[in-house]
């Protein structure tokens, strides 16, 4: 079945540092990649999304490029900021009637000042 | 537009009684997915809704959990008789008729003692 890797975490930055956190996915279509966060206590926020290959989210200073020949969905940050201290979930949805979300296990960030 | 809504937002039970998580869609969305997510782990798909219909349960248990989301009211994820293992945040998202992208709400957190 499709399923979705994400590097583990977690993952501790300094203010202003560069930030990647690695997503892999297996899938048997063509699927829609997401990039969601969430907060303390929170629910899930979309953050970025991508619908076919080589299409760039990007939202808040982050970015993520579907990569169909990697199937990868890297999200990046050129300079964080201790606000975004969150955990980041990538997730997939296979479409084709099976509307279900498909999330990896998520990446815990922490960025100190 | 409000968005999506849960409640209670926390939620006590003892072994053996029954859980009633409910979730009101943001305005114009018809369609409901329920997730459960365990501690330290990512979100994992139990069921999705539309008005009066069951579209997909593959996630859902066999036994003790149900859900509805009938023509008037909210959706209604129901566990009955539940153990511990149950104790879980359990979100709910929506999304308008043919949309991808689904919009989270605030999550119930259940505690079994």
């Known amino acids: 079945g499709d399923s979705v890797t994400q590097m583990e975490g977690p993952v501790t930055l300094s203010e202003e540092a560069f930030l990647t956190i690695n997503c892999t996915y297996t899938?048997?279509?063509?699927?829609?990649l997401f990039w969601y966060v969430q907060y303390p206590g929170e629910g899930l926020q979309l953050l970025l999304k991508?619908?076919?290959?080589?299409d760039k989210g990007s939202n808040k200073g982050f970015e993520a490029t579907y990569r169909k020949e990697t199937t990868s969905f890297h999200l990046e940050k050129g300079s964080v900021q201790v606000s975004d201290s969150a955990v980041y979930f990538c997730a997939l949805a296979s479409g084709g009637g099976s509307e279900k979300l498909v999330f990896g296990k998520g990446t815990k960030l922490t960025v100190n000042p | 537009n409000a968005g999506v809504m849960q409640n209670p937002r926390h939620l006590v039970r003892r072994r053996g009684q029954e859980a009633r998580l409910r979730c009101s869609p943001m305005k114009g969305h018809s369609h409901v997915y329920w997730y459960r997510q365990l501690p330290e782990e990512g979100l994992k798909f139990m069921v999705y809704l539309q008005k009066e219909n069951i579209i997909d349960e593959s996630g859902m248990p066999k036994e003790r959990f149900s859900a509805e989301f009938p023509k008037e009211g909210p959706s209604i994820l129901r566990i009955q008789q539940v153990v511990r293992g149950d104790s879980a945040a359990y979100f709910c998202?929506?999304?308008?008729?043919?949309?991808?992208?689904?919009?989270f709400g605030p999550g119930t957190r259940l505690l079994v003692l």
């Open positions: 899938a048997t279509g063509y699927p829609s």
């Open positions: 991508a619908t076919k290959a080589d």
């Open positions: 998202a929506s999304s308008p008729p043919s949309a991808e992208t689904q919009y």
